[in-house]
């Protein structure tokens, strides 16, 4: 079984920074595509930033140019760095894991909350 555990959530001032890490454990796996997830209240769950284990990266509109994701040099490991935090930053976010073979696996999510 692979478990993923997420952390670095917290409150953070507006304009502020955070470094989400995420970290997978478990046997015989690869976890070929990270991604960042968050879920605001009363929204539905949205992709923030993804990573493949070959350097392709993306980001949504709504981080680009603010954030940066990267896979750890320790496998299957992943870290998120976001500036300028803004008050609808503020959400639930969740790691995610795709292997090669299509199994998914999710952390029980870290609470960033951005607020004055």
């Known amino acids: 079984q692979v478990e993923l555990v997420e952390s670095g959530g917290g409150l953070v001032q507006p304009g502020g920074s955070l470094r989400l890490s995420c970290s997978a454990s478990?046997?015989?796996?690869?976890?070929?595509?990270m991604g960042w997830y968050r879920q605001g209240a009363g929204k539905q769950r949205e992709l923030v930033a993804a990573?493949?284990?070959?350097?392709?990266?993306t980001y949504a509109t709504a981080v680009k140019g603010r954030s940066t994701i990267s896979r750890g040099t320790a496998k299957n490991t992943m870290y998120f760095q976001m500036n300028s935090l803004k008050p609808e930053d503020t959400a639930v976010y969740y790691c995610?894991?795709?292997?090669?073979?299509?199994?998914?696996?999710w952390g029980q999510g870290t609470q960033v909350t951005v607020s004055s």
């Open positions: 995610n894991g795709l292997t090669d073979s299509g199994d998914e696996y």
């Open positions: 990573a493949t284990d070959e350097g392709g990266k």
């Open positions: 478990g046997s015989n796996f690869n976890l070929h595509i």
